[in-house]
């Protein structure tokens, strides 16, 4: 059975916007037969990587020097095939989660490679992480807001030899329900939420137009940007 690490680095945890996307994408996946461990990093006490020397690399290759919440981690993330880090757009993420992803070094080789001009490494031997992907919401309008999470996501796969599946966005999410329940919009990014889980298993990559039907606009832009206008408080 295939397995993958699904990390949410909302601070809203399950209550967020992340969820609502991550949620019905991870049930696509089980669906498809993928046995899937969900952490939330705003649980995990993970502490800043403080590390002068680059013990993981150059002292004990594959082991961290601080001990905290990353040790139930570095477990799974050792077995999984399929790694999805799921965030909001944070300018560009929320702390906590880039905290995990600096504390995902001890699973990379330390021997450096010069790969397409750039200086690169490589998972080690026993991480079997072969794909990683982004599943990500945020508040503003257009998909270009995307772009500094997708390429830090991407610049991980990429580093680390493995592939980058695929950026799974939605913008403006909060349109996506009414008075806290879902619109018929929200349902239909929902059920493309799973299918696209679903297909990332199942084919081993998701579909453009799945993709597209998740991150389609929900609403002009001016009107979107009226609504968070009319927030701000009269003096
Ligand atoms: C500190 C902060 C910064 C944010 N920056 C952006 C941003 O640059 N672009 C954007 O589209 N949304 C931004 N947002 C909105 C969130 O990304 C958006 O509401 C997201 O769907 C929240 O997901 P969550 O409920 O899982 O936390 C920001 C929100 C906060 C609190």
Request: glycine share 6%.
């Amino acid at each position: 059975m295939t397995k993958a690490v699904a990390i949410n680095g909302s601070p809203r945890k399950q209550a967020g916007d992340t969820a609502m996307l991550l949620t019905p994408f991870i049930q696509g996946m089980k669906d498809a037969g993928c046995d899937v461990d969900l952490f939330y990093a705003a649980e995990l006490k993970v502490k800043s990587c403080n590390c002068p020397n680059m013990y993981c690399w150059y002292k004990k290759p594959g082991n961290c020097c601080l001990k905290d919440d990353m040790d139930l981690l570095y477990p799974p993330l050792r077995e999984a095939e399929i790694l999805i880090l799921a965030t909001p757009v944070y300018v560009p993420l929320p702390g906590e989660m880039q905290n995990v992803i600096n504390r995902l070094c001890p699973l990379m080789e330390p021997l450096l490679e010069f790969r397409d001009d750039r200086t690169r490494a490589r998972f080690r031997k026993d991480v079997k992480i072969s794909k990683i992907l982004l599943v990500s919401t945020g508040g503003w309008w257009e998909k270009g807001n995307f772009d500094t999470v997708t390429r830090i996501v991407r610049e991980l796969a990429e580093d680390a030899s493995a592939q980058f599946a695929g950026a799974v966005i939605r913008p403006h999410a909060f349109m996506m329900k009414q008075d806290g329940k879902l619109t018929s919009d929200g349902e239909a990014i929902i059920a493309a939420a799973k299918k696209a889980g679903k297909e990332l298993v199942q084919d081993g990559a998701i579909n453009h137009e799945t993709l597209d039907t998740i991150s389609r606009p929900l609403i002009p832009e001016s009107e979107l940007r009226n609504i968070y206008n009319s927030l701000i408080p009269q003096q």
